[in-house]
T-cell receptor, first 113, second 112 residues
Framework: ETGVTQTPRHLVMGMTNKKSLKCEQHLGHNAMYWYKQSAKKPLELMFVYSLEERVENNSVPSRFSPECPNSSHLFLHLHTLQPEDSALYLC????????????FGPGTRLLVL | GQQLNQSPQSMFIQEGEDVSMNCTSSSIFNTWLWYKQDPGEGPVLLIALYKAGELTSNGRLTAQFGITRKDSFLNISASIPSDVGIYFCAGQPGLGYSTLTFGKGTMLLVSP
């Protein structure tokens, strides 16, 4: 399998649920990213990891908790989300965290009820 | 923060027509990227530009890195129905922990 994969592709959860999104990259990259994509808005960067260390956190609410156990895997743990958190969550990876091209996964479409 | 102005917001064209879209910024970027996103999928990289004035082609797609480093355009020649999707520009200001700034996208619809 090649590229960046994300599971699940679709997720419906209640505001009291806890769920996790998973991302895996098979490109040998050292940096991974979480983005939020909402309708009619530019992609919003949430988190950046470089060699499993978090290097950027763009003021994301604590109800989103990232985890990067190794350079190939990235998780986004979700708890007590709000309906406005419904969006497409995209994972991306790049060879390094600075000045290089990012490659995206297919995304997880999240609906919070 | 930095913002990219991408235009047009949407386009509806006939198959076979050429298409042009562009992105402008108030600040300088060192890298320009163009992505295409199909419904229900993540953005796929089309073209990457790393030098001011650079003109790069990928099949029917051509993109240029503006001389001022504050703009870029993407042209699609002889459009076909599978060109339908949302096209995003993205800019990267420099090295280090530089993150991408994305435009809002151009939605392209192609009529057979």
């Amino acid at each position: 399998e090649t590229g960046v994969t994300q599971t699940p592709r679709h997720l419906v959860m209640g505001m009291t649920n806890k769920k996790s999104l998973k991302c895996e990259q098979h490109l040998g990259h050292n940096a991974m990213y979480w983005y939020k994509q909402s309708a009619k808005k530019p992609l919003e960067l949430m988190f950046v990891y470089s060699l499993e260390e978090r290097v950027e956190n763009n003021s994301v609410p604590s109800r989103f908790s990232p985890e990067c156990p190794n350079s190939s895997h990235l998780f986004l743990h979700l708890h007590t989300l709000q309906p406005e958190d419904s969006a497409l969550y995209l994972c991306a990876s790049s060879p390094s965290s600075g000045g290089t091209t990012q490659y995206f996964g297919p995304g997880t479409r999240l609906l919070v009820l | 923060g930095q913002q990219l102005n991408q235009s047009p917001q949407s386009m509806f064209i006939q198959e076979g027509e050429d298409v042009s879209m562009n992105c402008t910024s108030s600040s300088i970027f060192n890298t320009w990227l163009w992505y295409k996103q199909d419904p229900g999928e993540g953005p796929v990289l089309l073209i990457a530009l790393y030098k001011a004035g650079e003109l790069t082609s990928n099949g029917r797609l051509t993109a240029q890195f503006g001389i001022t480093r504050k703009d870029s355009f993407l042209n699609i020649s002889a459009s076909i129905p599978s060109d339908v999707g949302i096209y995003f520009c993205a800019g990267q200001p420099g090295l280090g922990y530089s993150t991408l700034t994305f435009g809002k996208g151009t939605m392209l619809l192609v009529s057979p």
